[in-house]
């Protein structure tokens, strides 16, 4: 059996093929592809061949794209894509880490695979218009800005993102993931800033702000800072005030990430010295458990 799949992938490649892909229908059920969790390397690819070849390939022309493009990771996506999204319970979902961790990498990925019509993306700070104009403000090198109102302007375009777009879609009963959210108070504002005695008043501000929400499943992308910042000057695409700060301050902000990590039971860490496509399998892998 093994065998003809293997054969089925070699002759697909060298153009030999003779399935009829173009023309299957595409209606996506719920678990069609359950059997594939926990697969590994070329596995998924076999199963994908022998669906291909059965006449009940409902994803074929996705499928058959994946192929084409010859990207095995996109393949993979591909085939997570039924996986996200499914049932109609919300779930908040927060991506965090230090600079140059690949956050914004994960959540494109994650877009990508994710149902547009029960996903929302969103990030902070952002997220909404005023959001948007007090994080111009606060990445802006050129800004003075003490830890204090530092850390009101956070938690003021918190406020805002929360009212205007989280809890409207959780509401709907949808996903929501921003790409950082209240994890980076606590690991920039008191950990990195040294301002442990702003503890109790962030405490107070943060539970008025997210007041009503579920628990965040954060996904922590944990990288030592200096493969952080490298990455981040190999970007080139300008400094912002966060980056801008000593390595020690980095280093402050990642023990203060890692410190609530032991300390709760809300989400993962994972290993951000891998590759993307290896940081993006074992997120989603816990995003689907979650979900359940
Ligand atoms: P951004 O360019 O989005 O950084 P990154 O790509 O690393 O996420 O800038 C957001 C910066 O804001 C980032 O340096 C971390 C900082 N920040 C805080 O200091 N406190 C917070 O509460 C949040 C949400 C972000």
């Not at 399935?19 to 070329?42: E, I, N």
């Not at 059965?54 to 039924?82: G, M």
Request: proline share 5%.
């Amino acid at each position: 059996m093994i065998k003809d799949w293997l054969r089925g992938v070699q002759d697909f490649f060298q153009g030999r093929n003779g399935w009829p892909l173009r023309r299957v229908v595409l209606t996506p059920r719920r678990g069609d592809f359950g059997q594939l969790v926990g697969c590994k390397g070329h596995e998924p690819l076999l199963w994908l061949v022998s669906e291909l070849s059965s006449p009940k390939a409902r994803y074929a022309e996705l499928l058959w794209k994946a192929i084409n493009d010859r990207v095995l990771h996109c393949l993979l996506e591909t085939v997570h894509f039924p996986w996200i999204n499914q049932e109609d319970t919300p779930m908040f979902v927060a991506i965090e880490g230090g600079e140059g961790a690949g956050k914004d990498l994960l959540t494109e990925r994650l877009r990508r695979v994710c149902n547009p019509s029960t996903t929302v993306f969103t990030r902070e700070p952002g997220g909404t218009p005023t959001g948007e104009k007090l994080r111009a403000v606060l990445l802006d090198p050129e800004t003075d800005m003490g830890a204090e109102e530092e850390l009101l302007v956070f938690i003021a375009a918190r406020t805002a993102l929360v009212r205007q777009v989280i809890r409207p879609a959780l509401a709907e009963g949808k996903t929501v993931i921003s790409n950082r959210f209240a994890l980076s108070t606590l690991a920039y504002q008191i950990y990195g800033r040294e301002r442990n005695d702003l503890l109790e008043f962030l405490r107070q501000l943060s539970e008025r702000a997210t007041a009503g929400l579920p628990p965040v499943h954060y996904v922590l992308l944990d990288v030592p800072p200096e493969i952080g910042l490298r990455r981040v000057k190999q970007r080139n695409d300008g400094e912002t005030r966060f980056d801008a700060e000593k390595q020690a301050f980095h280093e402050r902000v990642r023990a203060g990430y890692l410190q609530h990590y032991m300390d709760t039971n809300y989400g993962m860490a994972i290993d951000a010295r891998q590759s993307p496509e290896e940081v993006f399998e074992q997120a989603i892998q816990r995003i689907r458990q979650w979900q359940q």
